[in-house]
Structures are given as structure tokens and as C-alpha cells.
């Protein structure tokens, strides 16, 4: 008998990097997170295939992201990078072996650590994987190992946008691309940010949009369920590192709790909420498995290779003092740490079981990028994980829609204006240091809508300009500017991507006002921002 469902789903996302600079932001950000989690993720899921094991894991992928793993170009360059790093690790060999010193074996030890583990990477991703990421994602999914959802195609901040037509665009051309990647219909979104509006009298809630092109369901946080929650400031990893995350504070208490998924009101949309605490053991910097001394340091790397090989040591030490990294120890702490959460969360579910005579729904949900690129052990922990729920205790492991097929929602629920972001609303992405973008954004709202409508019937080189546009304007309103900005870690560079789109996008706009088309400008923006190539304008007109 089984004791509830755990629901473990991956929201992966990158911004859209492709021939938008290198390092520190750009294409390497990527080929970081091919070699680091996608590849491993998918070793792993393929590991408990073999033995029997559907892994059913509910893997997010955005479209602009399948976009980019999909690309020729980086995938190229990701061959290259391959190849750089395992030159690197096979260098820091021979420079640690001129040495005889106990410091220079152990480091000695990590060297072909890492020469092991880039060789291994390498023939993976040429011969296990054909060089098709996506292909493999794909594979898994038509073998009903784990299921894989889409989001808005550029990661926006729906609730912000202006015009119902881009909220519109925006989903519609994500499960467009969906469909030509995986070769069907997707069922479940992740909403970027998990920013939600709800209806007014003057415009519909998000869900509307949802409902129209097919999804049937997505996740939020579990506040938005549940209501009133004690303020706490707490540090958390997420998709650009280790962030400041404060849980809302509300005297909107509902009653609910988030052990069922819910319909939406006005759609039937259904909405899962994270378990908190269950998210909580592992997202959290301070208090989450990825904080364990023994772990590898992300942030200190080698002077001469860029390897790391050190580990965290502890959070008080600073990256001059860190030890050096054991792989042998860490594998030790994974064992443990992913035993000690299998127990968690069949507790969890037990006492709901015992409490309301019910099985009930334990759902997670993390940035993939957090295993493996922030977390290197992490990959490793979640297949630990999986095993130990299918050998050794009664929960029932689910993707997302077996769960929702199997116990379909029995109530629907309004959900208030919310994000994952500080205090659960969208200062994130609107305060004082991002307000100038959001005109700018809108503004190209209306001008794409004026576009379409005064351009129905076009083709040749105003039809390519106007497909064009509507890739800028799509990598406009990406969430990620926003967001960089408010949080500095790359401040200049999101302010110089967001221009940049811009400025295209307004070039494109007059050029085609104008009929003075340039055909070299719209080939040269086709060949750097090439996304969606079946994107067609007229998902940005009004209805």
C-alpha cells in the first residue's frame, strides 16, 4: 500500500546565451550546465533505466533553452569546451606530478579525478548521447521514464507584461517549440518566476492563456496555497547562484495546504504547490544538503586550470582557507544526506496519511542547474534518491500529469498576485533599478500589435523582418534582465542584452514602416538570434 505521491520535478532554464559574449556571461554559462547537469542527469536517469527504474522525474525544460541545447553552434562550441577542459585537468596532472610534495599528490589525485571524469563526459555526450541532449531528453520521455514540460518561450514575467496578445505569443510559441523538439503535445508549465496574476474585470488571469494552447497544469509556491506564512529571511540557491529569498507575509489564511494539486477557478487548470519544507532541506544555502562542509566549493578554482579542487569546508571559512575536495568523502555525505530525505519525505507523507486517512501529494521543485553545476554532488544525490523510494518504502514516485490522471482535483481555488521572489510578490523584477525597462517593453507590446494588424498578408524579406522582430521582441521581455539587474550579478551585462534587443527590435519596426528593408541587417540579426525559426507574427495579433 502506498502512503502518497512524491511529485520531484526540474525547472531548467538559462537565459538566451548564444553568441551573446563568452565568459563570465555567455556561451560558456551553457556549456557549464550541458557538462555539469544536463549530461549527468541524463547518465543517471539511463543508470536506473538499466535497473529497472523509471525515474519519473518531471523535468522542465524552456523553450529558449531547448532552443539553444539544440543549436548547432553550441553545441560545436560545447565539443571544444569539452576538449579544453579535459587538455586543462591533463596539464594540472603533469604540473602536479613535477612535485613531490603531499600537497601536490593529493592534488595529484583530483587531476585525474578530472581527467577521468572529462573523458567520461566526452564519450557520453558523443556516443552515449549522439550529441543530442534534446534527443535523449526526448527518448526518455517517449520511454515513459520522466515526463518534460515547457514554460513561456523566453522566460517573461507574465504578469507584467501589457498586452494580452504577448502573454498570448509568449505560451504559444513555448508549446510550439515544444513540439517540434519532443513531438507532442506537452501537458504541464512551469510560469517563469512562478509569477501568477489572477483575472480582473478588465483582463483575464494567466491561466486563460494557459488553457488556450493545451496546458492542463503548472506549479507555485507554497504560500500561494496555504496564505499566511512567518516572514523569514533566508539564503537559497537558485539559477544564477545563491540568493536572498524572504517567504511572504499575509493575513490571507486559506485553510488549504498544499497535499492535493487544485483546479483554478474560471479554467480547468490545475496548480500544484511546493511542499516548503520539503524544498527547504535541500534549496537552502545555509541549511540545505548543498551547504555540507564536505561538498565541492563552487566558487574557488584553480589560478592556472580554473579546476576546483577545493570543498566548502564551512560557510565561516573563507576561499583562501578552504581544504582540499575528497570525491571519496562527498560520495560517503550523499549516501547519507539522500537517506536522511527519503526518510523525510515518507515521514511526511505517513503523518498526512495518518492524520486525514488520505494518500497524499509531496511536491518539489528545484532549478535543475542547482545539481551538478552549483552543487557538483547533487546529480549523483537525486539518483540515490529515486533508488532508495523505488527499493526500500511504500511512496509512490510520480511525474506530474501521472499524478494529476490519477487523483484528479477535487476543488478549484483563486490564487492572490505572487512569485518565488522576496516577499512573494514582483519587486524582483519591478523596483526602482528595472522600472525604465518595463515602458520599453510594453511600448514594443503595442508596436508588434500595430505591426501585424497593418502587415497581414506579407512575404519575401517583409515577412523575414517581421518574424525577426518577433524574435526580439520575444528575447525583450525575457524575465532574466530584470532580474540580473536587481541582483547584480550581472548587472551590465543584462542592461546591455535588454538595449541590444531592443535596438533591434526598433530597427526592424522602422525598416519595415519605412519599406526601406535591408536584407544583410536582417540576415545578420537571423544569424545571432535564430530561436524559433518557425515563429510566425501573427501570434502577436489581437483577438
Known amino acids: 500500500m502506498s502512503v502518497g505521491s512524491f511529485v520531484f520535478m526540474l525547472h531548467s532554464h538559462l537565459p538566451y546565451y548564444r553568441k551573446a559574449g563568452m ?12 557538462a555539469e547537469t544536463y549530461i549527468p542527469l541524463l547518465n543517471i536517469i539511463d543508470e536506473l533505466w538499466q535497473e529497472k ?7 522542465g525544460v524552456t523553450p529558449i533553452l531547448a532552443e539553444q541545447l539544440a543549436d548547432k553552434h553550441l553545441n560545436e562550441g560545447f565539443a571544444k569546451f569539452l576538449a579544453t577542459r579535459l587538455e586543462a585537468a591533463k596539464n594540472d596532472e603533469k604540473r602536479f606530478a613535477s612535485h613531490g610534495e603531499s600537497a601536490n599528490q593529493d592534488l595529484l589525485h583530483l587531476a585525474h579525478f578530472y581527467v577521468n571524469w572529462f573523458s567520461r563526459l566526452q564519450r557520453d555526450y558523443v556516443q552515449r548521447w549522439n550529441k543530442d541532449i534534446i534527443g535523449a531528453f526526448r527518448k526518455f520521455q517517449d520511454l515513459g521514464a520522466i515526463e518534460i514540460t515547457t514554460s513561456a518561450a523566453t522566460h517573461c514575467f507574465s504578469p507584467l507584461l501589457q498586452t494580452d496578445s504577448s502573454i498570448y505569443a509568449q505560451y504559444k510559441v513555448g508549446v510550439d517549440s515544444y513540439k517540434r523538439h519532443f513531438g507532442k503535445d506537452p501537458n504541464g508549465c512551469w510560469l517563469p518566476e512562478c509569477a501568477y496574476r489572477p483575472g480582473t474585470a478588465e483582463r483575464p488571469g494567466i491561466e486563460r492563456w494557459l ?5 492542463k497544469y503548472f506549479f507555485t509556491e507554497s504560500f500561494v496555497i496555504e496564505g499566511g506564512q512567518k516572514a523569514e529571511l533566508r539564503r537559497a540557491f537558485g539559477p544564477y547562484g545563491s540568493v536572498q529569498y524572504v517567504p511572504v507575509t499575509s493575513k490571507r489564511e486559506t485553510g488549504l495546504d498544499t497535499f492535493e494539486a487544485y483546479w483554478l477557478k474560471d479554467y480547468p487548470v490545475a ?18 544538503y548543498p551547504g555540507d562542509g564536505n561538498y565541492r566549493e563552487f566558487h574557488k578554482k584553480d589560478d592556472v586550470s580554473g579546476l576546483h579542487y577545493w570543498r566548502l569546508t564551512s560557510k565561516q571559512t573563507e576561499l583562501g582557507a578552504k581544504q582540499l575536495y575528497n570525491p571519496e568523502v562527498a560520495m560517503d555525505r550523499v549516501k547519507e544526506n539522500s537517506g536522511h530525505y527519503v526518510g523525510f519525505i515518507q515521514q511526511c507523507l505517513t503523518d498526512h496519511l495518518k492524520t486525514t486517512g488520505k494518500e497524499g501529494l509531496l511536491m518539489v521543485s528545484f532549478d535543475t542547474e542547482l545539481f551538478g553545476h552549483w552543487w557538483f554532488e547533487g546529480v549523483t544525490w537525486i539518483k540515490e534518491v529515486i533508488r532508495k523510494l523505488h527499493n526500500y518504502t511504500a511512496v509512490k514516485m510520480q511525474t506530474a500529469n501521472e499524478y494529476l490522471k490519477e487523483h484528479p482535483p477535487t476543488q478549484a481555488i483563486e490564487l492572490p498576485e505572487s512569485s518565488w521572489g522576496q516577499g512573494g510578490h514582483w519587486q524582483v523584477w519591478l523596483n526602482s533599478e528595472t522600472e525604465w525597462m518595463w515602458p520599453i517593453i510594453n ?16 512575404n519575401g524579406l517583409t515577412d523575414k523582418a517581421l518574424r525577426q522582430a518577433s524574435r526580439e521582441l520575444l528575447l525583450l521581455e525575457s524575465s532574466d534582465w530584470p532580474f540580473l ?3 547584480g550579478q550581472a548587472r551590465q551585462y543584462a542592461i546591455e542584452r535588454f538595449n541590444g534587443h531592443h535596438d533591434r527590435f526598433r530597427s526592424l519596426a522602422e525598416m519595415i514602416r519605412s519599406g526601406k528593408i535591408e536584407e544583410s541587417k536582417v540576415q545578420q540579426l537571423e544569424s545571432i538570434d535564430n530561436c524559433f525559426p518557425d515563429v510566425s507574427p501573427t501570434v502577436f495579433a489581437v483577438n
Do not use: N
Not at 565568459?23 to 550541458?34: A, H, I, L, T, Y
Not at 527504474?53 to 523535468?59: G, Q, V
Open 211 to 215: 488553457y488556450e494552447v493545451g496546458l
Open 271 to 288: 496548480v500544484m504547490g511546493r511542499h516548503q519544507e520539503a524544498g527547504y532541506q535541500v534549496w537552502s544555502a545555509d541549511h540545505g
Open 23 to 34: 565568459w563570465p556571461f555567455g556561451e560558456e554559462s551553457v556549456f557549464e550546465c550541458m
Open 443 to 458: 511600448e514594443a507590446e503595442h508596436t508588434m500589435e500595430k505591426l501585424v494588424a497593418d502587415y497581414k498578408s506579407v
Open 485 to 487: 539587474v536587481t541582483t
Open 53 to 59: 527504474i523509471p525515474a519519473k522525474l518531471t523535468i
